[in-house]
């Protein structure tokens, strides 16, 4: 189940985050091997996760996406090893929140691009998806879907 398409004003955040190419069938284990280890490594230098986790997606190429996986964080932190810190941009998002399975979230994109289309706006590039609620936890996936206007 979708929600409308609003345009919202975002601040710069930092992540700690690893980045990979993965194919969309592997994205599961990316993500399940990634996020204990960002959130083990924020834990012992005493920073905070500052909202739950994210992806980000450099292409559009399900048999190799450019991924970036990662967690917002305050506090002190220093890289270490394939782990680490970038920002998510600030300033306006096409942002939609997507209720249900993972694998009907693609259609929000394709809602996103012909909202755009439609509006007369400009997309940027490396769009996000935040996972406000895991299934296996709360019994109901919650993804919001943010992509950076031009």
């Given at each position: 189940m979708s929600e409308p398409i609003t345009v919202v004003d975002l601040q710069p955040r930092r992540i700690a985050s690893v980045r990979r190419t993965v194919p969309q069938r592997g994205?599961?284990?990316f993500f399940s091997e990634v996020?204990?280890?960002i959130l083990g490594l924020l834990a012992a230098q005493r920073a905070t996760p500052a909202g739950p986790p994210l992806a980000r997606y450099f292409n559009n190429d399900p048999k190799a996406f450019d991924t970036e996986a990662g967690i917002p964080f305050e506090g002190p932190f220093t890289p270490t090893g394939d782990v680490q810190v970038t920002e998510l941009p600030g300033g306006a998002a096409a942002m939609t929140v997507h209720r249900g399975s993972y694998e009907t979230l693609s259609a929000e994109y394709k809602r996103i691009m012909s909202w755009a289309e439609g509006s007369g706006r400009g997309l940027g590039d490396a769009p996000w998806e935040v996972y406000v609620k895991d299934p296996k936890v709360d019994g109901?996936?919650?993804?919001e879907v943010y992509?950076?206007?031009a």
């Open positions: 994205l599961g284990a996020y204990p280890k109901e996936a919650v993804t992509f950076p206007l």
